[in-house]
């Protein structure tokens, strides 16, 4: 052997050797450089021999299916369920930054649930990215969204709609990456108003902005005409996608008791980032909690109906157009129809599964408090501990000064 030959370099001939050589070179590479490749280049991994395909091995097994059940092993995936979105490539767990509530949730599509009764679809999404219009403290933003912003498009539906017919709206802030601090909101403008409302909306933010003009995209409107009620509840659910991972609902179908409010949301759940003001969400007096209690109305959501099927259904909208006598004849109105169709045979099921279902959710909730108590007694057993170590230091040093 030459003092320059490699002692690991494959004999001529040997095809195995050499495919193995080759590929512990690749998988060396692999490493050093973050794994950047495709996965069949990591997988490529199981043809070498050496240190480093090995730890490759080890890392993401030897094919797909290998990587697939360590994948499941370490983050199990929610179980799939006629009443809930599945979201296999949603994150499970909270990353930094101020997210939306359960409570929250709930009050929001309780709103828009309740605005739909009384026979307004909120279906037209405005978003205002504030650091372009000059204004990055974020309660100064939330300050101008309630009285430069809100107020003064209070008094513009007022004119422009006579008849009592109240203003409605809601709004969530968010911190994006990309756009820094913005307001996405939710609102409900007759077609017919819609162009002028664009060019009010347009004035309304030149004499909100601190900078020099109004960028072109520093708001933008979405109000498509068509299927407003399918519109409304594909907005509604965007808006919540920054909810917590680990934000619940109680709920009266199927086996369990809760229903986490993500799988309630058809829209992947994002990262809200540090909102840094007062108030997260916020809908307007007509359509808030008071409002609400005072007309006696309560949302499925608020009953625990947690199911996707009949959430987005839009029957209080058909409930306003049967009570009014209004015209049902109009493609959304059969739309709604066949919806009510479908969520009655829904519930004629539900009816037949519900005695197996609640000794189900019985038994979900033992389990609940029987882990409750466990996490309990663990946590005074750990501070016990604490304090005995923290005794006999003391005395350690006692003694040591002694």
Same mark, same amino acid.
């Given at each position: 052997?030459?003092?320059?030959?490699?002692?690991?370099?494959?004999?001529?001939?040997?095809?195995?050797?050499?495919?193995?050589?080759?590929?512990?070179?690749?998988?060396?590479?692999?490493?050093?450089?973050?794994?950047?490749?495709?996965?069949?280049?990591?997988?490529?991994?199981?043809?070498?021999?050496?240190?480093?395909?090995?730890?490759?091995?080890?890392?993401?097994?030897?094919?797909?299916?290998?990587?697939?059940?360590?994948?499941?092993?370490?983050?199990?995936?929610?179980?799939?369920?006629?009443?809930?979105?599945?979201?296999?490539?949603?994150?499970?767990?909270?990353?930094?930054?101020?997210?939306?509530?359960?409570?929250?949730?709930?009050?929001?599509?309780?709103?828009?649930?309740?605005?739909?009764?009384?026979?307004?679809?909120?279906?037209?999404?405005?978003?205002?990215?504030?650091?372009?219009?000059?204004?990055?403290?974020?309660?100064?933003?939330?300050?101008?969204?309630?009285?430069?912003?809100?107020?003064?498009?209070?008094?513009?539906? $007022?004119?422009?709609?006579?008849?009592? =017919?109240?203003?409605?709206? %809601?709004?969530?802030?968010?911190?994006? /990456?990309? @756009? &820094?601090?913005?307001?996405?909101?939710?609102?409900?403008?007759?077609?017919?108003?819609?162009?002028?409302?664009?060019?009010?909306?347009?004035?309304?933010?030149?004499?909100?902005?601190?900078?020099?003009?109004?960028?072109?995209?520093?708001?933008?409107?979405?109000?498509?005409?068509?299927?407003?009620?399918?519109?409304?509840?594909?907005?509604?659910?965007?808006?919540?996608?920054?909810?917590?991972?680990?934000?619940?609902?109680?709920?009266?179908?199927?086996?369990?008791?809760?229903?986490?409010?993500?799988?309630?949301?058809?829209?992947?759940?994002?990262?809200?980032?540090?909102?840094?003001?007062?108030?997260?969400?916020?809908?307007?007096?007509?359509?808030?909690?008071?409002?609400?209690?005072?007309?006696?109305?309560?949302?499925?959501?608020? $009953?625990?109906?947690?199911?996707?099927? =009949?959430?987005?259904?839009? %029957?209080?909208?058909?409930?306003?157009? /049967?009570? @009014? &006598?209004?015209?049902?004849?109009?493609?959304?109105?059969?739309?709604?129809?066949?919806?009510?169709?479908?969520?009655?045979?829904?519930?004629?099921?539900?009816?037949?599964?519900?005695?197996?279902?609640?000794?189900?959710?019985?038994?979900?909730?033992?389990?609940?408090?029987?882990?409750?108590?466990?996490?309990?007694?663990?946590?005074?057993?750990?501070?016990?501990?604490?304090?005995?170590?923290?005794?006999?230091?003391?005395?350690?040093?006692?003694?040591?000064?002694?």
């Amino acid at each position: 052997m030459t003092p320059f030959a490699n002692e690991h370099q494959p004999e001529d001939g040997d095809m195995h050797n050499t495919i193995s050589h080759e590929m512990e070179d690749r998988v060396r590479h692999l490493r050093e450089s973050g794994y950047p490749a495709h996965m069949r280049d990591v997988f490529a991994a199981r043809w070498g021999s050496g240190e480093h395909s090995q730890i490759m091995q080890c890392i993401f097994g030897l094919n797909k299916d290998e990587f697939a059940l360590g994948v499941e092993r370490e983050y199990p995936r929610w179980e799939s369920s006629p009443y809930l979105f599945s979201k296999p490539y949603d994150y499970e767990r909270d990353g930094p930054g101020r997210y939306l509530t359960a409570s929250q949730c709930v009050d929001l599509y309780s709103a828009v649930a309740f605005a739909n009764s009384i026979g307004l679809l909120m279906d037209v999404h405005v978003s205002i990215t504030w650091g372009l219009l000059g204004i990055e403290d974020h309660s100064e933003a939330a300050k101008a969204l309630r009285y430069e912003f809100f107020k003064h498009l209070h008094d513009w539906y $007022r004119h422009k709609v006579p008849g009592g =017919r109240p203003f409605v709206w %809601l709004y969530v802030h968010e911190d994006g /990456r990309t @756009h &820094g601090f913005h307001t996405h909101i939710l609102t409900a403008i007759p077609n017919e108003l819609r162009p002028a409302f664009r060019k009010w909306v347009e004035a309304r933010l030149t004499a909100i902005s601190r900078a020099d003009g109004l960028h072109k995209d520093a708001f933008e409107i979405r109000a498509a005409p068509s299927d407003p009620i399918y519109r409304q509840w594909c907005w509604l659910q965007y808006l919540l996608k920054s909810v917590s991972a680990t934000a619940e609902v109680s709920s009266v179908v199927g086996t369990s008791p809760f229903a986490r409010v993500a799988q309630l949301i058809l829209s992947r759940r994002g990262r809200p980032g540090n909102v840094r003001c007062k108030k997260k969400c916020g809908v307007s007096n007509a359509i808030g909690k008071q409002s609400r209690r005072k007309a006696g109305f309560r949302s499925l959501m608020e $009953r625990g109906v947690a199911d996707v099927r =009949r959430l987005y259904a839009g %029957l209080e909208y058909l409930g306003y157009l /049967r009570r @009014h &006598g209004e015209d049902i004849s109009s493609d959304n109105a059969r739309r709604l129809i066949e919806a009510e169709r479908q969520v009655n045979e829904i519930e004629e099921q539900e009816r037949e599964n519900a005695r197996r279902n609640a000794k189900a959710r019985r038994a979900a909730r033992a389990v609940r408090r029987v882990q409750a108590e466990e996490e309990k007694l663990s946590q005074v057993r750990s501070e016990r501990f604490q304090k005995e170590q923290t005794e006999l230091t003391q005395r350690a040093l006692m003694l040591f000064r002694l």
